[in-house]
């Protein structure tokens, strides 16, 4: 092993950060190298795969507590997530859930230095990040979960949401996160929206100093290897008697001005920043007097609206819809996010998951958690048309991969509560979006139609961050089903609950009702006689073809083989 200058975590690669943070002679790696888990997706790509896909698993001792270390290489893709790391990530947090429950206390370490999904493998990376966040959330309620973000690339995308999950986050100055990086967000909302080449402005917005001092990180230290194990100790000496940021959802709903806060949130420049936003109007007032047209036009819209019949909007702002009524003598609560075209941010004015919408989604969650816990579980229908998360340097600043987390958290937390969660997909389900409002459900409905899209970003912005021309993207999707936007082959994945035809998705009448409502029922009844994790998606099967996650279910199997 090479010795990291000046006892850096910064300057080691991913399995040498994960090798110094164990006690002398406590370090055992699973699937490592000689294991050859690599990625059967890259060669067909003419991409060469690496040996154990970029993740580090190991199990070792740190000051005599056992934990468990997922060190991501950030050399290797970028730190992306597939499949095979995806389930190598997974599938140790899911081995040391099922140790904390019984009794054995193994503190899980993660270390970040990633930019999301890894797009050449897309669809793969969505699942497996869902999955991620099932874990974490579950594990917390044992032990600490503990996030470092030590520098080179961060965290970004939708492993900047797992980290917004974590228990507790290290980051040094050097370390960055944010959910969308510098280039996409000048690739969709333009150079004006933020300039990629701009290297102050982007580290005074998602650098680590800053995420500290705004609340989305809680210890800043010095690159130092002793410095970070010491913080570490720290957060597991504290035990579960945090509160994840991502639960605190009426703290950050005073941070966006929602609510009244009751403490200062923020540096001045991010205060400074929100009071732009919020051109001293009343929000509320706003928000209660807006007549949008558009939002019963959109297709979540649409099908909130017949869905959700007869049944009063108590969505307390405009472009989160939310309504209960009843499927026979079931409680459903039924959520939806639209287009609202005074949104005050103007990058999520068109149906976009934004910063109020991931907050106030969370709330109306979290609500009905509180309200059930002493009777029955009402259903959670999430009516997903989303067409991505919104790119903005306000977003960023303000968090917003802290929203997202924040309805992860919401959602994952009401399934193991007991109440179903069903996604409904009659329209686009992209990105960030998709992974905070849908993946989080026990069982997903797709409508069998052309406009129905899963996948991690738009075309033009996945050709420039793979580097590739759009018609040599269009050619991997026939290599790689995971990349292809159509909702076809996403069902190939085998996470589908069921794809539902002769639906009109556009135009749906009362028939139309009928049948969705029909699917719902049957998908809560499947709930019921099932576990509440999302371990389906391994089992379910497409035509009776081989499993479209089968690196999946193997990295799974092979991990438990070697986990003691």
Avoid at 100 to 114: E, H, L, M, Q, R
Avoid at 311 to 321: A, D, F, M, R, T
Wanted: overall charge negative; proline content about 4%.
């Amino acid at each position: 092993m090479l010795t990291p200058l000046r006892n850096s975590l910064v300057e080691c690669t991913g399995r040498e950060r994960a090798r110094v943070l164990c006690d002398d002679g406590t370090f055992k790696e699973l699937l490592g190298p000689f294991d050859e888990m690599e990625s059967p997706h890259l060669v067909q790509q003419g991409i060469v795969p690496q040996s154990d896909d970029g993740v580090i698993i190991a199990k070792g001792e740190l000051n005599g507590q056992q934990v468990l270390i997922i060190s991501i290489e950030g050399n290797f893709q970028g730190g992306g997530i597939g499949e095979v790391s995806g389930a190598k990530i997974a599938g140790a947090l899911e081995l040391a859930l099922k140790e904390n429950k019984a009794g054995v206390s193994i503190y899980p370490i993660f270390i970040f230095d990633t930019g999301g999904v890894r797009l050449q493998e897309a669809n793969y990376g969505l699942l497996s990040i869902a999955e991620i966040g099932s874990a974490i959330v579950e594990l917390r309620s044992f032990v600490p979960v503990t996030g470092i973000i030590p520098g080179k690339i961060g965290a970004f995308g939708g492993m900047s949401i797992t980290a917004g999950l974590c228990s507790a986050l290290i980051m040094t100055r050097e370390g960055r996160l944010g959910l969308n990086g510098p280039e996409v967000i000048e690739q969709e909302a333009g150079i004006r929206e933020l300039d990629s080449m701009d290297r102050l402005k982007i580290w005074n917005s998602v650098g680590g100093k800053q995420r500290v001092a705004a609340g989305f990180a809680e210890i800043m230290t010095e690159d130092d290897v002793q410095m970070i194990k010491d913080a570490i100790l720290s957060i597991i000496k504290k035990g579960t008697n945090m509160t994840p940021k991502s639960s605190q959802v009426d703290r950050f709903l005073a941070f966006l001005g929602l609510v009244e806060p009751s403490l200062p949130l923020a540096p001045e420049d991010v205060q400074r920043l929100w009071r732009k936003s919020n051109n001293s109007f009343s929000i509320r007032q706003q928000n209660r007097s807006n007549n949008n047209k558009n939002q019963m036009t959109s297709r979540g819209g649409k099908w909130f609206s017949l869905l959700a019949k007869g049944s009063e909007n108590i969505g307390e702002i405009p472009s989160v819809l939310c309504a209960d009524t009843f499927i026979g003598n079931k409680p459903i609560r039924f959520l939806a996010i639209v287009p609202n075209e005074i949104n005050r941010f103007p990058r999520a004015r068109s149906g976009e998951f934004g910063l109020e919408e991931g907050w106030v989604l969370a709330k109306h969650i979290r609500e009905a958690i509180e309200e059930d816990q002493h009777g029955e579980k009402r259903a959670i229908v999430a009516i997903v048309d989303v067409p991505g998360q919104a790119y903005g340097y306000r977003e960023e600043l303000l968090g917003i991969h802290q929203a997202c987390a924040a309805a992860v958290d919401a959602y994952a937390s009401a399934r193991l509560a007991g109440h179903p969660i069903i996604a409904f997909i009659p329209g686009k389900a992209i990105s960030g979006a998709f992974l905070s409002h849908g993946l989080q459900a026990n069982r997903l409905l797709a409508l069998d139609d052309e406009g129905v899209n899963v996948h991690v970003m738009s075309k033009q912005s996945a050709a420039r961050i793979t580097q590739r021309s759009l018609s040599e993207l269009e050619e991997a999707t026939k290599k790689v089903p995971a990349m292809a936007y159509d909702i076809q082959s996403f069902e190939k994945l085998g996470s589908l609950f069921e794809l539902i035809t002769k639906v009109n998705a556009n135009h749906p009448n009362n028939e139309d009702r009928q049948m969705i409502i029909k699917k719902i029922k049957n998908a809560i009844e499947d709930i019921e006689n099932n576990p509440r994790d999302l371990s389906h998606r391994h089992s379910s099967s497409y035509d009776g073809e081989p499993h479209g996650r089968a690196g999946s279910i193997l990295v799974r199997q092979r991990l438990d083989e070697q986990w003691n």
